[in-house]
């Protein structure tokens, strides 16, 4: 925003802010979608509660973030502890809100990636609470990704395309051979993913998974609280890959190949 006037730069942070404050609202319904539907109970109706003496919440106990702060992190009415998880995805979901538009512009293909980025926030809290990936989550995933199809002209449909086989096939065989290494959830996933984001994108996002996702187990063999044969959620790790190349993706990819392409010139 360099070089824009003063009163340009001003609208352009206000509009920011107006998003940001959007992202948390989604923020505060992923929240219920996370605790809900894992459980069975409708997201779509009936007012919030507190799970612990079952009042319902009013109107100004449920403002994303701010809310949590005025009330100390403790329910109004039985002073349970709130758990920090809760402004934590809605200040999140915030910030990932104003990034979709920074990264690619006031486009429906912000409002799609912003959409793809939210519900992959609620499937990897659900899978790690649950070690599951809800079926529904995926297929809701086909709504974001089949506006990506055709909202990203530079983009070849055959390369979407590629993109749902890309990753999901490999890790389909290799579950085959293999079995329980990965679950049907992170096949899937990497499916509707890998058909939004082209198959550039999703390799990266899976390199990125890899990385994370092998650094944790690492760590968790390292502090003994895990063995060889242990198991832990990859649908997190899935969901950062996916989101860092939802944004950076192709900023990424273009780095990786100059930097290749010069180490080749020297």
Not at 220 to 237: N, Q, V
Not at 244 to 252: R, S, V
Request: charged letters at 10%; proline letters at 5%; aromatic letters at 12%.
């Amino acid at each position: 925003m360099t070089g824009l006037p003063k009163e340009a730069i001003g609208a352009y942070l206000l509009i920011y802010i107006l998003i940001f404050i959007f992202g948390s609202v989604i923020g505060s319904f992923l929240n219920v979608v996370i605790y809900r539907l894992p459980r069975k109970i409708s997201f779509v109706k009936g007012r919030s509660r507190c799970p612990n003496c079952d009042t319902q919440l009013k109107a100004y106990d449920m403002l994303p973030v701010l809310s949590y702060c005025i009330l100390g992190g403790k329910c109004r009415s039985c002073k349970t502890k709130i758990s920090g998880r809760y402004p934590l995805i809605e200040g999140l979901t915030g910030l990932l809100a104003v990034l979709s538009v920074f990264a690619h512009g006031f486009t429906l293909e912000a409002a799609a990636v912003f959409v793809l980025i939210a519900a992959l926030l609620a499937v990897a809290f659900i899978d790690l609470d649950t070690m599951e990936i809800p079926n529904g989550l995926i297929i809701f995933l086909f709504i974001p990704a089949l506006v990506l199809l055709f909202a990203t002209p530079a983009t070849p449909i055959l390369a979407h395309i590629c993109g749902f086989f890309a990753v999901a096939l490999p890790l389909f065989a290799l579950a085959l051979i293999i079995p329980d290494c990965f679950g049907g959830g992170d096949i899937k996933l990497m499916a509707v993913c890998g058909l939004a984001l082209a198959w550039q994108n999703i390799l990266l996002a899976m390199f990125i998974a890899l990385l994370f996702g092998g650094a944790f187990a690492v760590y968790l063999l390292a502090k003994a609280k895990a063995d060889r044969k242990s198991h832990f959620a990859f649908g997190p790790f899935l969901a950062i890959g996916i989101i860092t190349a939802a944004l950076i993706g192709p900023q990424i990819i273009s780095l990786y190949l100059s930097l290749i392409f010069q180490e080749k010139l020297l």
